[in-house]
């Protein structure tokens, strides 16, 4: 059972990350792939500040989301005047110099040995120890990320973003800034994927750079396309499918060296056959094969 | 009202002058209509005017203000709206949609109130209301929920006209408006332009379709390889028998 609740507390973490994803990659039609640099900024920032300054779960939790907020802005600004591909490039070395940083900063990060002891969360009184607990926890994040998203996109704000996916040279000729709608659609996503680096940071208790590479928003990205960009449901579908399928391989009685490689593959091929099969994903309203 | 001006603008694409020293000053109000061949410059001299393209000499102004480095959203919210030539629309969402999406500074486009909601479902209400009246204007109100993609081609154009005003704009510039358009939708455009004029707007258009012209614009510019070559009333420079020849065949 605490097997189970444990994939379900992965599966709410992923979750964040792919509906935060989903506002800019879904609703705003810009592919990241700095989804895991802002994860990690999230977790480092958590703890650090849990384990050298003593802060409790909720600083640590808003600590990271400012953080990701600025350092969003100041990526964002020069890197969403680009468009389609130079912004995924753009996005890529954003990504590997955060990596470089967290591997390499060893004073503050430690590099590759990583931080351990991140205390558990304690929010108010509630000691939050058990899988159980951590599964509460996890779920109002991924409640509250979902909230967001479908706020801002059910909202005018939302319908600009949607225009700016559909025909930006539109919208401004419509009077709107578009600048200012990507970049606030961009820090709203780095900081509620922050919430999820916070989150996995004071549930594992340890940290280091191999939780944040480049293969890890490969892999939020594959959530939202597999799972359907611009829904309600597709990205936290996408999470699920893809967080608990490979963890059935296991359960078949594949052992862990197969199961690990075959994951690499299931992704893949999965990946290879939405994209000629059914580009929409699996409830998605957005294609990414137009 | 403030009128639209321009001085001594040039802008040049691989070394083709699109726009080669022009200055004009569109009056405040009524019709002015820019003819000429293909690659005269017209929708250049539209594009630089409404901040979309920048010019390499030259200023732009919107009564006293100068307009010449700033962005195409500040344009719009100084009272200088625009169509284009390839009709631009978002086609997926009804044409109420994107009318209301040209509501300019709406309270819920800011990341709080769009989240937090405070005083943005009446405001919303309010949007409505407006754009409603305005697809009711451009005689498209029974197809308020149409996917605007769906709607036909002068219905587009009738859209892209709703979606200008819905700006609160007091200056259209409006690119090639009847172009591809069916005779009777033509004139439904006409007329409603018409009255938009009737009503204090300075409309300032595109055309090739040298009738439409003739039956509605007050002014008349004539370009050619980037330069004004003629500018008057619409019945003298219509009238001038070399201009109609040597440029418009």
Known sequence: MEYLTHIMILAMIYAILAISLDLLVGRTGFLSIAHAAFYGLGAYTSALLAVKCG????????????????????????????????????????????????????????????????????????????????????GIFAAFAYFVVHRISSSPFGRVLHAIREDEVFAKALGKNTLRFKVTAFAVSAA??????????????????????????????????IGGADSAWGPLIGAVVLVALPEALRLVGMPSSVAANLRQIFYGALLVVMMMFRSRGLVGRYSFGR | MNALRCEKLFKSFDGVHAVSGVTLEFPASGITAIIGPNGA?????????????????????????ETTRLPPHRIVLMGVARTFQNLRLIGRVSALENVLLARPRQR????????????????????????????????????????????????????????????EAHILLLDEPVAGVAPEMVANILTLLRRLSANGKSIVLVEHDIEAVRRIADLVIVMDEGKVIAQGAAHDVLGR?????????
């Open chain 1, 55 to 138: 802060a409790g779960f909720l600083v640590g939790v808003l600590a990271g989301m400012g953080f990701a907020c600025v350092v969003s802005f100041v990526v964002s600004l020069p890197s969403l005047r680009l468009h389609d591909d130079y912004f995924v490039i753009a996005t890529f070395g954003f990504q590997m110099i955060l990596f470089s940083i967290f591997n390499n900063w060893m004073n503050l990060t430690r590099g590759p040995l990583g931080i351990p002891g991140i205390p558990h969360p304690a929010i108010f009184g509630w000691q939050v120890n058990s899988h159980w607990d951590f599964l509460l926890l996890a």
């Open chain 2, 108 to 167: 819920g486009e800011h990341l709080l109130p769009a989240l937090l909601r405070f005083g943005v479902a009446r405001e919303e209400a309010d949007n409505q209301q407006e754009a409603m009246r305005l697809l009711h204007f451009a005689d498209l109100d029974n197809l308020a929920n149409t996917s605007a993609g769906e709607l036909s081609y002068g219905q587009q154009k009738l859209l892209t006209l709703a979606c200008c005003l819905a700006t």
């Open chain 1, 192 to 225: 509620l994927a922050a919430t999820a680096g916070s989150l996995y940071a004071h549930y594992i208790s340890y940290i280091d750079p191999t939780s944040f590479t480049v293969m890890e928003s490969i892999l939020v990205i594959s959530m939202v396309i």
């Open chain 2, 241 to 249: 028998a070399e201009i109609m020849e040597a440029y418009l065949g």
């Open chain 2, 41 to 65: 410059g017209k929708t250049t001299l539209l594009n630089v005017l409404t901040g979309f393209v920048r010019p390499e000499a030259g200023r732009c102004f919107l009564g006293s203000h």
